[in-house]
């Protein structure tokens, strides 16, 4: 289940939707209830050179040692 990044034409508010197909309609804004939506296109999942696979993408700054 894919998760879509939306903003709102009419207040501009941008917020995420949890969908079940790529064909569902684009849902109404939670702040103002407009169907007025665009998706916006996210950033893919780039994992940096050295980053760890199962990190998630999030790898830790290394530690300094202190002295």
Do not use: W
């Amino acid at each position: 289940m894919p998760i879509y990044e939306y903003q709102c034409n009419g207040c501009c508010h941008s917020f995420e939707y949890l969908t079940f197909s790529a064909s569902e309609p684009a849902p109404a804004c939670p702040e103002c209830q407009c169907t007025d939506v665009v998706k916006l296109m996210s950033a893919g999942a780039i994992r940096p050179q050295g980053v760890p696979s199962g990190s998630g993408g999030f790898a830790p700054p290394p530690c300094k040692p202190s002295g």
